[in-house]
C-alpha cells in the first residue's frame, strides 16, 4: 500500500556557487583575506590568453601565481566562514524534498574550492551533494600540490553525467541553475537532453542559452520556473505558494527576465508539508 502523499517525479537540480548562491566571488574573497590584490586583473589576463578553462582561474593562481601559493586549507575554510550567502537556501532545499509530489535532489557543482563550499554551506548542503575543486596537499607543509579534481566548463558536465549515471531519473529531468560563461558547456548539455536551466545573472553569452533567467536576491526564486515549467502552475497558484511560506511577492517583472522581489509579510508561515 503506498503512502498517501507519496513522491511520484525525482529531478536532480544542480547549482553553481559564486554569484549564484552567494553574492561574492570566492577568489576575490580569499584575496582580501590575504591582502592580495589584483584579483580581477590576473583573471582578466589568463581569460585573454585562454590559458585555462573558463571558472578554473582561480585553481591556476593557487597553483601556480607565486603570491596565492601560500594559501593552506585552513584559508579556503575561513574564506568560506566569510562569503555572503543568498537568502533563504535551507528553505529551498526543505521545500524542494517535496512540491506537490515532484522531489527535487539537490547537488553544489562548482569550480570554487570545495572547502570554501563546505564551509559556506555547513549545516545547509550536506558535503557529500557538493562537488567543488579538490586540491591534493602536500602532507608536511600543507602546501597545494595538484589538482584531484575542477568542474569548470566541460568539467561540470562530467559531473552532472556522473550522479545522473547513479539516479534513477531521465534525461529530461535535469535543471541546472548557474551565473557565468563556466557554466555554458553545461547548459547546453543540459538543453540538449530536454532539461531546465535557469541563470540567475544576465551574462551575455549565458543569458541566451538558458531556458529562463531569474534575478533576486533571494535563492527561493528559482523555485519561479520550476513550479511554471516543470509542475505547469499558473501565476495564481505561484503567488499562493509564497504567501503560504510567508513571502509577498512585491516584485515578478515577467519580461525575458523574471525580476522577482521576495520579503517577510509579518504573517504566519503555513508548516512545511
Known sequence: MSEPHSISKRYLLFSDF??????????HVLSDLLGISG?????????????????GELSYLLLHDPE??????????????????????????????????????FYVVSAAPEEVIQSALEGIVDASHIFGTRFRYDAN???????????????????????????????????????????????????????????????????????RTVLSEDALSVLVPILEDVLHWDTPRIRAFFEAQGFAMRLWDKVRTDTIMLVPDGGVRAPIQ
Not at 548557474?178 to 549565458?206: C, K, P
Open 39 to 55: 584579483f580581477s586583473e590576473r583573471v582578466a589576463g589568463l581569460s585573454d590568453i585562454h590559458l585555462v578553462q573558463q571558472g
Open 141 to 211: 607543509t600543507g602546501e597545494i600540490e595538484s589538482l584531484v579534481r575542477l568542474p569548470a566548463g566541460y568539467g561540470k558536465v562530467a559531473v552532472v553525467e556522473e550522479l545522473r549515471a547513479k539516479a534513477p531519473v531521465g534525461y529530461d529531468r535535469l535543471i541546472y541553475v548557474g551565473d557565468g560563461s563556466s557554466d555554458i558547456h553545461v547548459m547546453l548539455h543540459v538543453n540538449r537532453l530536454e532539461g531546465l536551466t535557469i541563470a540567475v545573472s544576465e551574462n551575455r553569452y549565458l543569458a541566451p542559452i538558458a531556458t
Open 68 to 105: 596565492f601559493r601560500r594559501v593552506r586549507r585552513e584559508h579556503l575554510v575561513e574564506v568560506g566562514k566569510r562569503v555572503r550567502l543568498k537568502a533563504n537556501i535551507g528553505l529551498l532545499l526543505k521545500l524542494l524534498a517535496d512540491l506537490d509530489g515532484h522531489q527535487f535532489s
Open 18 to 27: 559564486d554569484q549564484t548562491l552567494s553574492f561574492n566571488d570566492s577568489g
